[in-house]
């Protein structure tokens, strides 16, 4: 499903009643419409009584229309306009006049209007602001919001959550806190994103009459990850299904290079993450003074002491010894537990450059590369040469702050931004991790993906999400396809053991293995 900013949406408006003649009348018809239908099953039941909070915008002429069909489905409603509507144009004003010719009841709201009478209604319909929204909500807008959320009843957000920004997910003060946001035509960049996405409260995606290719004509290229766009956009159509004529060969072999003795549990989740995952095979390497104590413990897995010089880190193992282990690999995972060490910045470049395997680089590897970003006046690793196979990066937001030399809080003010940037500059796939994780191919395309929870907030469980997508990619996906897929499948596992649990803070990164 396609995701859109402002202008994004501007532009596919503009498109659709421009060259393809659908009238903007029409567009706004089906926009109340649909609104009215969703806002009738919040409400629950018939004859309910609707305020139907009304912006001086589109937004507002959207509220006006869904006002009328709420009336005509049997129901109270109210229009309480923030701004005059005398002041009112275009579209928003043939809506307030079809409004007043039916006798809609309705009152001027204004600053200094006393509070509404907010027991005398059972549902809130949000159609302040849309997408034209700039800014913080304004004079009699901040005011009505405010009441709004204090009200204690339901609302009914049209577009976007009246006070949230569409772009990024950011919200001002004050922004409606809502149980539902009926996303137009396609959901909006500030829906997806945190935190606004909680802000919006469940939402729903109703089309209005907007084709599909107005978006793609666009050049919209930012998507919600679903099972369809798993199969049309990603080209993922039946990706579990498998010939009966094969064997564990045909499925590829994963190398997972990771752990330390003080973080052995890291690769020993990667390993077992990447063989639930569905590939053929998998090799841990692993420092060879610890190897004993992880005999036994997985017996599908093959270990591979590395010559440590009894330190049990990867201080003394060489890039050379895990280069030469790589050959014929399917896919390499290096970093989940394997901490950092002297030069270990120009150790990964060795590794970067004398592998042909597709790389999955995670947690202390992404510290490597920031060094490399660090080190003033050779251009990070941007001026690494480029690779003939893939490269995913798996950050999570702190490392992503370092990787960009940027703060966190920079990094989630825009996640989907940052990203996209990342990724073209770089030439690599990039996974920004966290709620919604974010995935960024190098031509420029982003997927968020939907599922997962924030019982996943818990150590291991980016050691697992390294190991599936390094499966995956065995498995012979293309990046951006292990990437999406695997953030896709890790939170649907999550979920799952989340759905599973008396107490959902309970997950803990084995569980989501065994849910996949
Ligand atoms: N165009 C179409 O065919 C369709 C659009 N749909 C709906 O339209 C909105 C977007 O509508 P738009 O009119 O562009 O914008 P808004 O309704 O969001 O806001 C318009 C005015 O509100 C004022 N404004 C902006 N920011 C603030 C603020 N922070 N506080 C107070 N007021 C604000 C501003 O006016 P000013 O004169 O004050 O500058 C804006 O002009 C979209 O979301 C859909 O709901 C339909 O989908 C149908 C198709
Ligand atoms: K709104």
């Known amino acids: 499903m396609y995701v859109v900013n402002s202008r994004e949406m501007r532009a596919i408006d503009h498109y659709t009643i421009e060259q393809i003649g659908i009238p903007a009348l029409v567009l706004m018809e089906n926009a109340g419409r649909a609104v009215a239908e969703e806002a009738a099953k919040l409400a629950g039941g018939d004859s309910r009584r609707f305020a139907i909070l009304v912006g001086k915008g589109n937004n507002g002429g959207d509220g006006i229309v869904a006002a009328r069909h709420l009336m005509e489905f049997g129901n109270e409603v109210k229009l309480i306009y923030a701004t005059d509507p005398a002041t009112f144009e275009h579209e928003a004003a043939i809506q307030r006049d079809i409004a007043r010719k039916l006798n ?3 009152e001027n709201y204004s600053e200094g209007s006393p509070p509404i009478p907010w027991r005398d209604y059972d549902v809130i319909v949000d159609a302040l602001l849309g997408t034209g929204s700039r800014g913080a909500p304004r004079a009699a807008y901040a005011k009505l919001i405010d009441e709004a959320n204090g009200s204690g009843l339901p609302i009914c957000s049209l577009d976007i959550p009246s006070g949230l920004d569409p772009d990024n997910g950011g919200v001002h003060a004050p922004c409606i806190r809502a149980s539902c946001t009926v996303a137009l035509a396609f959901s909006k960049r500030g829906l997806e ?5 909680d802000y919006a409260g469940r939402v729903i995606v109703r089309a209005i009459g907007i084709p599909k290719a107005a978006a793609e004509q666009q050049g919209v290229h930012t998507f919600r990850i679903e099972e369809p766009l798993l199969s049309d956009t990603l080209g993922l159509r039946n990706y579990e299904q498998r010939s009966s004529d094969t064997n564990k060969g045909s499925f590829g072999h994963v190398l997972v290079a990771a752990g330390s003795l003080a973080m052995s549990g890291a690769g020993l989740l990667c390993a077992k993450a990447a063989l639930r995952a569905g590939c053929g095979l998998v090799t841990w390497a692993l420092p060879e003074s610890w190897l004993p104590s992880i005999v036994g413990q997985l017996p599908e ?3 591979r002491g590395m010559s440590d010089q009894g330190l049990g880190d990867w201080s003394r193992i060489t890039p050379q010894a895990l280069i030469e282990l790589s050959e014929k690999k399917a896919a390499l995972v290096f970093g989940p537990g394997v901490g950092r060490f002297t030069d270990d910045t120009a150790w990964l470049r060795e590794l970067w450059e004398g592998t042909s395997c597709p790389l999955v680089l995670d947690a202390d590897a992404l510290n490597m590369l920031s060094g490399s970003s660090s080190d003033s006046g050779s251009g990070g690793f941007k001026a690494w040469p480029k690779r003939s196979s893939p490269v995913i990066l798996t950050p999570h937001p702190g490392e992503m702050a370092r990787l960009c ?3 966190v809080k920079d990094i989630q003010m825009d996640r989907i931004a940052t990203a996209r940037t990342f990724a073209e500059e770089h030439g690599v796939t990039l996974v920004l991790k966290g709620a919604h994780t974010v995935i960024a191919s190098p031509a420029g395309d982003v997927f968020i993906n939907p599922t997962g929870n924030a019982g996943m907030a818990t150590g291991g469980t980016g050691d697992v999400l390294a ?3 390094a499966s ?10 292990a990437a999406a897929l ?3 499948l890790h939170g649907a596992a999550g979920d799952r053991v989340a759905d599973s649990r008396a107490y959902k803070a309970s997950l803990i990164a084995s569980d989501i293995i065994e849910q996949l």
Not at 193 to 197: I, Y
Not at 472 to 481: E, N, R, V
């Open 104 to 106: 809609i009841p309705y």
């Open 301 to 303: 897995i093959m270990l």
């Open 467 to 469: 190991g599936i997508t």
């Open 193 to 197: 994103q945190q935190p606004g996405a």
């Open 486 to 488: 695997g953030a896709y």
């Open 472 to 481: 995956l990619l065995a498995q012979g996906k293309t990046a951006i396809q």
């Open 405 to 407: 030399g940027k703060s």
